[in-house]
T-cell receptor, first 113, second 113 residues
């Protein structure tokens, strides 16, 4: 069963702590993406990666970090520098950047208290 | 700089009637447009797309229209069903390597029985 998996579905953290969100895909896609969804603001791109060991900042990268050590995995770390970390985070993948269709995971709801 | 805009945050229609969701864009370099559907606490799923060389694409109850001169696209759902109630995101992309999807803010569609 090919797909993209995010875990956990719900995550709670105390303010000031770093937290890492997992994203794994077995679609053999080169490109992977992290989006953040906030009410009334749609999906905003945090980081994306075109290929292993490569990644670029999206529109709202401040306070986040990523790594792409394996093709299948693109974890996102929400650092204590992110001022408003509470949000719904979505991971996506596509065959390559510039490809017309992206497949999304189920999302992770992060709540920082 | 919001390159893709969905000006209606919400739309309510009666079951069996037509739903029309609108989207405007500013970047004339976009050459592919997509609609995604999203249920609460889930990832978006691809619905329908259109290339800039076409002005209409149809898939069952869903039709997307593109007006390049107006930089406007719309999604028509006929007939609307209660299961269509979801947030609909418009997205656009320049189909070259290195490019990535740019999303609108989303429109919450509610289809009333």
């Amino acid at each position: 069963d090919g797909g993209i998996t995010q875990s956990p579905k719900y995550l709670f953290r105390k303010e000031g702590q770093n937290v890492t969100l997992s994203c794994e895909q077995n679609l053999n896609h080169d490109a992977m993406y992290w989006y953040r969804q906030d009410p009334g603001q749609g999906l905003r791109l945090i980081y994306y990666s075109q290929i292993v060991n490569d990644f670029q900042k999206g529109d709202i990268a401040e306070g986040y970090s990523v790594s792409r050590e394996k093709k299948e995995s693109f974890p996102l770390t929400v650092t204590s520098a992110q001022k408003n970390p509470t949000a719904f985070y979505l991971c996506a993948s596509s065959m390559r950047t510039g490809n017309t269709e992206a497949f999304f995971g189920q999302g992770t709801r992060l709540t920082v208290v | 700089d919001q390159q893709v805009k969905q000006n209606s945050p919400s739309l309510s229609v009666q079951e069996g009637r037509i739903s029309i969701l609108n989207c405007d864009y500013t970047n004339s370099m976009f050459d592919y447009f997509l609609w995604y559907k999203k249920y609460p606490a889930e990832g978006p799923t691809f619905l329908i797309s259109i290339s800039s060389i076409k002005d209409k694409n149809e898939d069952g109850r869903f039709t997307v229209f593109l007006n390049k001169s107006a930089k406007h696209l719309s999604l028509h759902i006929v007939p609307s069903q209660p299961g269509d109630s979801a947030v609909y995101f418009c997205a656009a992309i320049i189909g070259t390597s290195g490019s990535r999807l740019t999303f609108g803010e989303g429109t919450q569609l509610t289809v009333n029985p």
